[in-house]
């Protein structure tokens, strides 16, 4: 079988080598419970709470405002339920490109009649009106959240967090962002955000799956989601996930110190592709924005042709790993709800190419050389 090239790390990534060896190394070493007071929980406890102000001082935040979880999911719904129930929150503000695990979050505060959730419109490139947010914001009462993503995982969009949170501030509106594709990927300083409630997963960052974290603002003093043994200050009880912090933690060290060196290489790995497809393929589109865009994801409209019904069939087939834009249920393909935000032609295949700094430039002249064998030609 032909090596696979994985163009799919939008995804998950995979763990690099020093975090699976430090993980190793831990998971060897420290065996004891970091809540025992005990030599041994002493020296487990002593690497979640470095691993707590690493990524603390990484993000400009605290070592109080960091709270481990088993990743975005857990984090981005803790955010959204306890403000509702602990903070007055009774209306959220948001868009239809978020994520799923908001998205039902949304659903199930309305089916519940905890909280109305107001969807606002985004462009062809999923952003929101910044200034019709502002107006908007202007005429809201108290008891008012916006939740909006930091960055698409489908399109890759990025919204400006530093403007949100000030356009937030300015109206006395909680602002939570769902920041799982923008970790370790580009500068975060919480210290200059307005922000109430980010999270993050280590799977997105070249660390284990399983474990994430929730920055909680510390003006915001919400209660907790999980209850049990009151590990993490009483805010997230069950034994700590040490091996996964420890590998989290190392992952995240690696991605601040590297940030530059892999961000030019995914740049030009990202170039090289579109430059290619969009010279080389016949009526090649690009989903999202290219101004305020992560470089690692791309989002590519193929035209629709009989291949093109097959397209990603053929190209797992062809040893490519990359995601779907649609949805499938019943057997039907549809757009995802992200498309369908964006008004994408639904006749259209969109698939999502996302990158590494793994990755190589002869990799993307494979995948392009392979694709040009499935979809029409300039």
Do not use: W
Not at 57 to 83: H, K, P, Q, R, V
Not at 129 to 141: I, M, R
Not at 145 to 162: A, K, P, Q, R, V
Not at 188 to 202: E, Q, R, Y
């Amino acid at each position: 079988m032909s090596t696979r090239i994985y163009f799919d790390n939008a995804s998950t990534t995979p763990i690099l080598k020093e975090v699976s060896h430090y993980m190793a190394e831990v998971n060897e070493t420290y065996y004891g419970n970091p809540s025992s007071i005990h030599f041994y929980g002493r020296q487990s406890k002593i690497i979640v709470e470095d691993a707590r102000t690493l990524i603390a001082n990484g993000l400009g935040a605290s070592t109080g405002e960091i709270f481990f979880t088993s990743g975005a999911t857990e984090a981005n719904n803790m955010a959204l339920y306890c403000s509702v129930r602990d903070l007055g929150i009774k209306k959220i503000l948001s868009s239809p490109t978020e994520h799923h695990c908001n998205l039902h979050m949304f659903d199930y505060l309305q089916k519940h009649k905890l909280a109305s959730v107001e969807m606002l419109d985004v462009d062809q490139f999923g952003h929101i009106d910044y200034e019709a947010l502002d107006e908007k914001l202007s005429n809201e009462n108290e008891g008012v959240m916006l939740s909006l993503m930091h960055g698409n995982n489908e399109l890759g969009t990025i919204h400006n967090m530093d403007r949100l949170g000030e356009v937030c501030k300015k109206y006395n509106v909680l602002f939570h962002s769902d920041a799982a594709q923008t970790i370790g990927k580009i500068p975060i300083d919480l210290s200059n955000s307005n922000v109430g409630f980010i999270a993050g997963s280590a799977h997105k960052f070249y660390g284990p799956k399983g474990v994430g974290f929730i920055y909680i603002n510390g003006d915001n003093l919400i209660k907790p989601l999980i209850h049990g043994g009151d590990q993490e200050r009483g805010m997230r009880s069950g034994t700590e996930n040490l091996y996964g912090i420890a590998g989290m933690s190392k992952a995240f060290e690696l991605a601040l110190s590297e940030m530059n060196d892999r961000t030019s290489k995914i740049e030009e790995i990202s170039n090289l592709f579109i430059n290619r497809l969009t010279k080389e393929c016949h009526d090649i589109r690009i989903n999202g924005s290219q101004v305020e865009q992560l470089k690692n994801i791309v989002s590519i409209s193929f035209p629709h042709t009989d291949k093109a019904e097959m397209l990603m069939m053929n190209l797992d087939i062809l040893g490519i790993c990359a995601s779907s834009g649609s949805a499938c249920a019943s057997g039907v393909e549809n757009d995802s709800h992200v498309l369908e935000a964006i008004k994408h032609d639904p006749k259209r295949k969109t698939v999502r190419f996302s990158f590494s700094h793994l990755n190589s430039l002869d990799e993307v002249n494979t995948v392009v050389d392979k694709i040009k064998t499935v979809t029409p030609l300039k």
